[in-house]
T-cell receptor, first 115, second 112 residues
């Protein structure tokens, strides 16, 4: 059973470009979470999605960031017009259930560098 | 404001001795706590968890203790092994509100 897959693992973008980060959850998992880790910081929640629905986006910046989890295919985190402050590691996690105790399994992360 | 705090950025322990990693939280609504271990260039992997109805949970060399009145938990690793060298994150959540809230992590170095 493959784990959570994220690609690309490393992404370099110039300021003003768009970044698209992909996450394929574990088989059988319909809940996906995106977290961001800035240097020397812990992981910070961004958004929680279930298939075709955004459940909680309270951690998502209001502008330039969007996320989706379509019926078919991976979840996508999209950052438009990237700025240097967007440079971070972005982790996706999945779980079979959204309830407490529904363990979240993390992918290896995408390291975004904005030059 | 940091709802989950790991006040020690790093810890060095000799192989075979006990490692104790600490975590404090401020939100009394948290009722489930987890420890994740992270190696460089990898995602966090789940280590052990504890529900607020318990004060101790043990899994092999790993034990987590919860002191609800002090809003404090700790992870004990005994005996420590060089392969335990990693960053350890404490995380908490509130039942029914699923996003995990993470501490900043503690980098554990186990010296052979």
């Amino acid at each position: 059973n493959a784990g959570v897959m994220q690609n690309p693992r490393h992404l370099v973008r110039r300021r003003g470009q768009e970044a698209r980060l992909r996450c394929s959850p574990m088989k059988g998992h319909s809940h996906v979470y995106w977290y961001r880790q800035l240097p020397e910081e812990g992981l910070k929640f961004m958004v929680y999605l279930q298939k075709e629905n955004i459940i909680d986006e309270s951690g998502m910046p209001k502008e330039r960031f969007s996320a989706e989890f379509p019926k078919e295919g991976p979840s996508i985190l999209r950052i438009q017009q990237v700025v240097r402050g967007d440079s971070a590691a972005y982790f996706c996690a999945s779980s079979p259930s959204g309830l407490a105790g529904g363990l979240q399994y993390f992918g290896p992360g995408t390291r975004l560098t904005v030059t | 404001d940091q709802q989950v705090k790991q006040n020690s950025p790093s810890l060095s322990v000799q192989e075979g001795r006990i490692s104790i990693l600490n975590c404090d939280y401020t939100n009394s609504m948290f009722d489930y706590f987890l420890w994740y271990k992270k190696y460089p260039a990898e995602g966090p992997t789940f280590l052990i968890s504890i529900s607020s109805i318990k004060d101790k949970n043990e899994d092999g060399r790993f034990t987590v203790f919860l002191n609800k009145s002090a809003k404090h938990l700790s992870l004990h690793i005994v005996p420590s092994q060089p392969g335990d060298s990693a960053v350890y994150f404490c995380a908490a959540l509130n039942s029914g509100n699923t996003p995990l809230v993470f501490g900043k992590g503690t980098r554990l170095s186990v010296i052979a």
